[in-house]
Structures are given as C-alpha cells and as structure tokens.
C-alpha cells in the first residue's frame, strides 16, 4: 500500500515536499514514481526512479523545478516541487512496481504500475 501527503495550496512560486510512505519490507527494489492529474485532464507522467533507470522526469520543465528522491531506510518516496505555477495545480499520485522502468516500457506495461496511492491534492493560485 502506498500512503501520498504534503499536498496543499500554495501561491505561485512557492513550494512543496510531497511524501509517499510504502507498506512492506521490498521498497529498496521497487520502481518508484509520482503521476499527477490536472483538473479536467488525464493523469500524466511527472517522475520516476528505479534500480536500473535513475530519476527520470517528463520535461525540463518539470526537471528544473521538481526532484524525485527515495530513502529506502523509510521506505518513503519524495517529490520536492519548487517555483510551483498555477499549471501544476493537480491531484499528484505516487505509484510502485516490482518492475523495472525500463522493462515496463519495453514490453508495453508502461505506465501499468502494479500499486498506486490515493492522491494528495496541490493547488497553486497565482
């Protein structure tokens, strides 16, 4: 099981640290990464890490502001998002697979995460 929180509503270009506690003693080997879904829109890739695929983000957009990191002693996922923009107001969603990123992709899992949290809500107002 995965639990999100840290989100919440912050003014434009502020910032947030949003955490993603896993349930289980195999966090270490788990592909990692946080989705998010805007109002009115589908779900969309933001980041992700893995054993084999370091961090990996959906655009240098997100790069330059966001950073994905893991502590496996906690078993926690983090997304620290900084310089937050209205457009980033959505429901983010952290999910896990035993997977890894790349094989997911390469046989057309991708992004069929096996475990997904129920959501923490960002909302950024300008």
């Known amino acids: 099981q995965l639990q999100a929180s840290g989100g919440g509503l912050v003014q434009a270009g502020g910032s947030l640290r949003l955490s993603c506690v896993a349930s289980?003693?195999?966090?270490?080997?788990?592909?990692v990464a946080w989705f998010r879904q805007p109002p009115g829109k589908e779900r969309e890739f933001v980041a992700s890490?893995?054993?084999?695929?370091?961090?990996?983000y959906s655009s240098d957009s997100v790069k330059e502001r966001f950073t994905i990191s893991r502590d496996n002693d906690k078993n926690t996922l983090y997304l620290q998002t900084n310089s937050l923009k209205p457009e980033d107001t959505a429901v983010y969603y952290c999910?896990?697979?035993?997977?890894?990123?790349?094989?997911?992709?390469?046989?057309?899992?991708?992004?069929?995460?096996?475990?997904w949290g129920q959501g923490t809500q960002v909302t950024v107002s300008s």
């Open positions: 890490i893995s054993r084999i695929t370091g961090p990996t």
């Open positions: 289980g003693r195999t966090f270490s080997r788990l592909s």
């Open positions: 999910a896990a697979d035993t997977r890894d990123i790349w094989t997911m992709k390469k046989v057309g899992q991708w992004p069929n995460f096996g475990s």
